[in-house]
């Protein structure tokens, strides 16, 4: 049934018959809005995550004026309400230390002000997760809009991949291979267009999964940024936001259980970054879902990585993917393992949105008998090293990799490991396990990308390309080689991870799933009896709610006030 206009949430704002009403008709017609601009129309604000320092989201300045036209089209009234912008390249130290605070930011936007249905313009990484947390929260219908990938990289005629292309150059660069001029026109040519990166980085999988779970229009997540395309279905969002007030389509109503499943099985044979397990766990728990990390494993041993773009594939980007097919062509040959019931933003299933879905490059997306990694994308080790799990992407790292016995090298901190880290004194073999601790949710703090430590400069000249690093930090969803990341519990809160000692052995066993410091139960318990916390990150500010409230990454570090069983619901705001 039809919501009647009298029942908008904006309604309380505007009709009543009072000094407040008054005041907030008078403030409007202040703007040049005349009564049939606004009367009996739903509010549809959009939030927008354009800055003048986020390069990913240049094109919002203009694409916001495209949704305005779909919501005007449809008969609603657009609002732009600017929201933090979280450039993933420029913000110190880390924009996962502000993913929550754009959550806030977006639910409280949404409750404060007289909306009835919300367009979430984002794509730069925490851009996606922190907008559907506040959205998924604030509870009205909302609609995602994905910035969309930038074009390909080019240098000399070659490819370049956003992030990858940037670390495998910077080693041949360490290694005196490339020349300051290459290095500077390569500078030039991997970032050539507005948009996000547009390797199958975090973005590119945020994105891929906003549209999974049905917060999207069916192939949004694939247009490149470029793309008239974009325009079109900018407008599109904006048209269809609005039959979504009517239709009172809720996050509630298309956030199942059963669509971040889908998510999981989509991000699985996407070859994703691992941050979507961060980002995955802490959305399913706004909504209410009690998702874990084995449930990331589970579909990991069933779903092969299928979409063949770097890291994990070594040839094509987003571009290439869109052409193929885009992320309905994909689900189209996922779909014996999703759910196809799951509704939509756009009114109708996952299964009738993807029901005319062709693939049109088998090499960009495989075929599932002829994948480009058999496995999942990611595994979750477990062992005395890490209790509550660590994340570690096989597909993109060597295989010999993947079960290992080496010596501990052990920094503490971020700064200890860069100031020695390209010494040629340093007592390192591509044997030795690459340890980097305190660099997590709460000793990053925020839990920086560190998690890829360089390779020492001594083995990159000898020729060594990867090597086992383990770290409580993430690393960057373009980023590669056997990184054990995510390590809870993390080092600063006393986690095992702070108990090593360089010359320790560590195992890893990625096949059986496990992570081990080969040490007897006693050793460890006499280290932790000795064990000194370090002092606090913060003492004032956002900093100390962080350091107050962040969860571990197992349960995807969202602050534990916002998970939806805290404390019950947000009454509505009195308008007095
Ligand atoms: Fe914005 Fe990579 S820097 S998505």
């Known amino acids: 049934m039809k919501k009647a206009p009298e029942t908008l949430r904006s309604a309380r704002w505007f009709a009543p018959d009072d000094l407040k009403g008054f005041g907030h008709r008078s403030r409007i017609m202040q703007m040049g809005y005349g009564v049939e601009d606004w009367a009996g129309r739903p509010v549809i604000a959009i939030i927008n995550t354009w800055s003048d320092i986020n390069p990913c989201h240049a094109h919002f300045k203009t694409r916001v004026d495209d949704i305005k036209r779909g919501v005007f089209q449809a008969g609603g009234f657009p609002i732009e ?14 924009t996962m230390l502000y993913r929550n605070m754009l959550a806030m930011d977006t639910e409280e936007l949404i409750r404060s002000h007289p909306v009835d249905g919300v367009v979430l313009m984002g794509g730069c990484d925490k851009t996606t997760p922190g907008l559907i947390m506040g959205a998924i929260s604030a509870g009205v219908p909302a609609i995602y809009v994905p910035a969309g990938p930038m074009l390909r990289g080019n240098w000399k005629g070659k490819t ?6 940037a670390w495998k150059f910077w080693d041949e660069r360490r290694a005196g291979n490339i020349t300051d001029k290459d290095w500077q026109d390569i500078e030039g040519g991997i970032a050539r267009s507005h948009g996000h990166c547009m390797t199958m980085g975090t973005a590119s999988t945020m994105t891929a999964i906003a549209e999974s779970i049905g917060m999207t229009l069916p192939g949004a997540s694939s247009i490149p940024a470029a793309d008239v395309n974009h325009i079109r279905m900018c407008a599109e969002a904006g048209r269809r936001c609005v039959d979504m007030v009517w239709d009172d389509l809720t996050p509630s109503k298309i956030l199942t259980r059963n669509a971040f499943d889908n998510a999981v099985v989509v991000s699985m044979a996407m070859g994703c970054s691992t941050n979507a397990v961060i980002h995955l766990v802490a959305m399913a728990r706004r909504a209410g879902h009690d998702m874990t990390l084995n449930d990331f494993d589970r579909a990991s041993r069933m779903i092969p990585v299928i979409a063949n773009v770097r890291p994990s594939g070594d040839t094509y980007l987003m571009e290439d993917f869109y052409y193929a097919g885009g992320l309905p062509a994909l689900m189209k040959r996922l779909d014996d393992s999703l759910f196809l019931e799951e509704r939509t933003v756009n009114g109708k299933t996952i299964g009738e949105n993807i029901a005319g879905a062709e693939v049109y490059n088998d090499d960009v997306i495989r075929p599932l008998d002829n994948p480009i990694y058999a496995e999942g994308a990611l595994a979750v080790l477990k062992g005395n090293l890490a209790e509550d799990g660590a994340i570690i992407k096989p597909s993109a790292c060597s295989p010999q990799y993947l079960k290992h016995t080496g010596p501990a090298l052990v920094f503490d901190d971020f700064p200890a490991m860069k100031a020695v880290i390209d010494s040629d004194d340093l007592d390192v073999t591509a044997d030795h396990v690459l340890i980097l601790r305190n660099a997590g949710p709460q000793g990053g703090p925020g839990m920086p990308e560190w ?18 690093r ?27 991870l702070a108990l090593v000692r360089t010359g320790d052995m560590i195992s890893i066993d990625v096949p059986n799933r496990t992570i081990k410091l080969e040490l007897d139960d006693d050793e460890i318990a006499r280290r932790r009896a000795t064990y000194q916390p370090l002092p606090p990150r913060f003492t004032r500010g956002y900093g100390a709610m962080f350091s107050k409230h962040i969860q571990q990454a197992d349960k995807g570090c969202d602050f534990d006030f916002l998970e939806s069983a805290y404390g019950g619901p947000t009454d509505e705001p009195a308008i007095f």
């Open 470 to 496: 383990i770290s409580d930090a993430r690393m960057s969803g373009t980023s590669y080689g056997a990184c054990i990341l995510h390590v809870a519990p993390e080092a600063y809160i006393g986690g095992t």
């Open 451 to 468: 998690g890829m430590l360089p390779i020492p400069k001594k083995l990159v000249k000898q020729g060594v390309r990867d090597m086992v």
């Open 160 to 165: 370049l991949g956003s992030g990858s292309d």
């Open 81 to 94: 309400l600017p929201a933090l912008s979280l450039s993933e390249n420029f913000v110190k130290p880390t």
